[in-house]
Nanobody, 120 residues
């Protein structure tokens, strides 16, 4: 049974940083592309970033490029999202998601989400 458990959310001031983690279990983590998706209050889902399974190639939405860094530790079955220079518009619930196989495939499993609030 696939499980994805996010952690690391919280309240941070504009310009601050947070690192989100996603602990994965129930599947061979290293074999699948993974991603982060967010949902701001009252808005729809917004794709944030993906990372390949093999070479670790990363992809970012224009809204976070240069500020966020996705990474993975296959030995620990954990996905990360380092978020720097946070803005109020980054306030959202952040979800970790597993791709069917490759980057660009639909996500077939989601975590429960972790709330990030950027406010002074």
């Amino acid at each position: 049974q696939v499980q994805l458990v996010e952690s690391g959310g919280g309240l941070v001031q504009p310009g601050g940083s947070l690192r989100l983690s996603c602990a994965a279990s129930g599947f061979t983590f290293s074999s699948y592309a993974m991603g982060w998706v967010r949902q701001a209050p009252g808005k729809g889902l917004e794709w944030v970033s993906d990372i390949n399974s093999g070479d670790g190639t990363t992809y970012y939405a224009d809204s976070v490029k240069g500020r966020f860094t996705i990474s993975r530790d296959n030995a620990k079955n954990t996905l990360y999202l380092q978020m720097n220079s946070l803005k109020p518009e980054d306030t959202a619930v952040y979800y970790c998601a597993k791709s069917e196989v490759l980057v660009g495939d639909p996500y077939d499993n989601w975590g429960q989400g972790t709330l990030v609030t950027v406010s002074s």
